[in-house]
C-alpha cells in the first residue's frame, strides 16, 4: 500500500490546522488504497497553531488506517519557503503533497493527480488558478505582469496562476531538495528541474478561516527574488546599455567634425567635446559594470551548488555488473 505524504505549512493557522485535518479524512476516506500521514510545519507561529497541531496529533491516535500525523515546528518564522524545504527533506512517503493549511488547495484535486501520475505516467501534477475571484485587482494584475516578464528575460517557464500545490513522487522531491540554495524561489525550482508535470485547473478557492500572509510589498519582495534568482539577462542588458552610449559618443564625435568641415569659421564651445568624453567614459564603465555584474552573477549561480543534471530514470550496464560482482 502507498503512502500519501501532506506537506502542510501553517503560519499562525490556529483556526485552519483543525478544519484541514477533518476536511482531509472526508477525501481519505474516498482513497480507500492509500495510507496518509500529514506532516504539519509551524513555521514559528505567533497563535496557538502549534497547540491546535497537537491537538489533532492526538485526536488522530486511534486512526489505523493512516501513517498518522506528525509536525515539525520552527524556532522563529523562517518563511513558506523554509518551510516547505524542511517538509521535503524529511517526507517519507511513496508520494508527497505540498498543500496549504487553508483549504484554498481543494484536497478532492488529490484524485485527479494520483490518476495522472499512476495512471498516464506523470512524475508530479500541479493545480493551477483558472480565475482570481475574489483576488484584489491591483494583485493579479501585478502578478500576470510579472509571469510575463520572468518568462520573457528567464530562462525558466512560469505558467501564469501556478500554485505550490502538487502531487509528485518521492524522486522529485528529492530532486528539490537537491536545490541547495538558501533564497528559494520554488517556483522557479519546479521548473528548473524539469520532470513530467500535468497542469490541473481549478477555480480559486477563498480561505477557510484565517487571513492571508501576503500584503503587497512581500509580494513585490517575493517577485524581486525570484527575478533575482533566475534572472540573468538584465546585466546582459547593462552591457549593451554601456555599449550604446558609446556609440553615442562616436556619434557626436562625428557630428563635431561634419560640422567642423562645414562651417570651419564658426567659434566652437567646448560643449560638444565634453559631451563626447562623458558619453565615452560613461559608456565603458557601463560596459565595465556590466561585465563584472555577469562575473557575479556566474559566481552566485556556483555558490548555490546545484545539481548539474537530474535523473529521471535509467540503465546503466556498468552498475548491474558491478552489482553482480559484488554478489559473487
Ligand atoms: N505560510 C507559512 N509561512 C509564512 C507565510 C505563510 O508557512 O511565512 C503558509 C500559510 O500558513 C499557508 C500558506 O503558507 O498555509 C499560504 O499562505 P497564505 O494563505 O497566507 O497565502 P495566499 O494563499 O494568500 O497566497
Ligand atoms: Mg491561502
Not at 177 to 191: A, D, Q
Not at 213 to 225: D, E, P, T, V
Not at 308 to 325: C, G, H, P, V
Amino acid at each position: 500500500m502507498k503512502t500519501i505524504e501532506l506537506i502542510v505549512p501553517c503560519y499562525n493557522e490556529e483556526k485552519c490546522v483543525r478544519l484541514f485535518y477533518e476536511h482531509i479524512l472526508e477525501v481519505f476516506d474516498k482513497l480507500q488504497d492509500y495510507k496518509f500521514l500529514i506532516t504539519y510545519i509551524d513555521d514559528g507561529s505567533k497563535d496557538n497553531t502549534l497547540y491546535e497541531i497537537k491537538k489533532v496529533v492526538s485526536a488522530s491516535a486511534d486512526n489505523t488506517r493512516g501513517g498518522g500525523i506528525q509536525y515539525i515546528s520552527f524556532s522563529r518564522n523562517f518563511g513558506k519557503e523554509a518551510a516547505i524545504y524542511a517538509g521535503l527533506s524529511r517526507c517519507s512517503g511513496d508520494y508527497v503533497a505540498l498543500m496549504d493549511a487553508d483549504l484554498q488547495h481543494p484536497p478532492e484535486l488529490l484524485n485527479d493527480m494520483l490518476y495522472a501520475i499512476e495512471v498516464e505516467g506523470y512524475d508530479c501534477a500541479s493545480a493551477r488558478r483558472v480565475s482570481r475571484k475574489g483576488e484584489p485587482f491591483i494583485r493579479s494584475t501585478f502578478s500576470k505582469a510579472f509571469y510575463h516578464i520572468m518568462n520573457h528575460i528567464t530562462s525558466i517557464d512560469l505558467v501564469s496562476g501556478s500554485t505550490d500545490y502538487r502531487l509528485m513522487k518521492r524522486n522529485v522531491a528529492e530532486a528539490i531538495v537537491s536545490m541547495t540554495e538558501r533564497e528559494r524561489f520554488t517556483k522557479g525550482i519546479y521548473s528548473w528541474i524539469g520532470y513530467k508535470n500535468k497542469w490541473i485547473e481549478y477555480q480559486n478557492v477563498e480561505r477557510a478561516a484565517g487571513k492571508t500572509k501576503w500584503n503587497f510589498f512581500g509580494l513585490l519582495k517575493y517577485a524581486y527574488s525570484g527575478f533575482i534568482a533566475f534572472a540573468t539577462t538584465p546585466l546582459r542588458g547593462v552591457v549593451y546599455l554601456g555599449m550604446l552610449v558609446v556609440f553615442l559618443s562616436f556619434v557626436f564625435a562625428i557630428r563635431l567634425y561634419i560640422s567642423a568641415i562645414h562651417n570651419p569659421q564658426v567659434v566652437r564651445t567646448g560643449y560638444s567635446g565634453i559631451m563626447i568624453v562623458m558619453l565615452f567614459l560613461g559608456g565603458v564603465i557601463i560596459t565595465i559594470l556590466g561585465m563584472i555584474g555577469e562575473y557575479l552573477a556566474r559566481i552566485y549561480m556556483e555558490v548555490k551548488g546545484r545539481p548539474i543534471y537530474i535523473e529521471r530514470e535509467s540503465y546503466m550496464k556498468e552498475t548491474e555488473t558491478a552489482e553482480k560482482e559484488r554478489e559473487t
